[in-house]
T-cell receptor, first 115, second 112 residues
Framework: AQTVTQSQPEMSVQEAETVTLSCTYD???????LFWYKQPPSRQMILVIR??????QNATENRFSVNFQKAAKSFSLKISDSQLGDTAMYFC????????????FGKGTRLSVIA | ETGVTQTPRHLVMGMTNKKSLKCEQH?????MYWYKQSAKKPLELMFV???????ENNSVPSRFSPECPNSSHLFLHLHTLQPEDSALYLC???????????FGPGTRLTVL
């Protein structure tokens, strides 16, 4: 079974600074996807960024980027130039690359951006 | 965000009540999911429907009964729930598994 671990229950960052959220996972699969989801206080979960395991290049979406270390099974999220709207719960998630396969989530990291 | 909608947004029910949660997706997806989100726990998958067929039941108690009449609608029928079933219930949809999932706003359920 796959597991996803987020070791930081809560973090805070000053506005305009950079913050990194950590995520590690355990799997024996070779083909899989990794995701970071954001859940603001209004509770609608939205996708921040995704990474295919077969791609060596780290995914980037504007101010959000990942550091994907496949051998170490690590998938951290870096948020640059943090904004107040980035305040949310952030969930790391794993998905196998084939078949009917749901997401496996970590427990989440609560990020507070401070003005 | 109107791609995936859920009703009601809040629900309070007694342990002897019967109620239903509704999810509708307007994205043309062919897979839908129910997740349970409890405080300080990872999101737990409950059910998966792919092309209206249930493909996964993650050991969910029978007091939760899903229904998927078509690929756009998903229901979760509730009966004789327990207080520990109080949680946020999230619906999601995706196209051509495996693929990223789009979530609804959730139903906050309180069982008294």
């Amino acid at each position: 079974a796959q597991t996803v671990t987020q070791s930081q229950p809560e973090m805070s960052v000053q506005e305009a600074e950079t913050v990194t959220l950590s995520c590690t996972y355990d799997t024996s699969e070779s083909n899989y996807y990794l995701f970071w989801y954001k859940q603001p206080p209004s509770r609608q979960m939205i996708l921040v960024i995704r990474q295919e395991a077969y791609k060596q290049q780290n995914a980037t979406e504007n101010r959000f980027s990942v550091n994907f270390q496949k051998a170490a099974k690590s998938f951290s999220l870096k948020i640059s130039d943090s904004q107040l709207g980035d305040t949310a719960m952030y969930f790391c998630a794993f998905m196998k690359g084939a078949g009917n396969t749901p997401l496996v989530f970590g427990k989440g990291t609560r990020l507070s951006v401070i003005a | 965000e109107t791609g995936v909608t859920q009703t009601p947004r809040h629900l309070v029910m007694g342990m002897t009540n019967k109620k239903s949660l509704k999810c509708e997706q307007h994205l043309g997806h062919n897979a839908m999911y129910w997740y349970k989100q409890s405080a300080k726990k990872p999101l737990e998958l409950m059910f998966v429907y792919n092309f209206k067929e249930q493909t996964e039941n993650n050991s969910v108690p029978s007091r939760f009964s899903p229904e998927c009449p078509n690929s756009s609608h998903l229901f979760l029928h509730l009966h004789t729930l327990q207080p520990e079933d109080s949680a946020l219930y999230l619906c999601a949809s995706s196209q051509d598994q495996p693929n990223e999932q789009f979530f609804g706003p959730g139903t906050r359920l309180t069982v008294l």
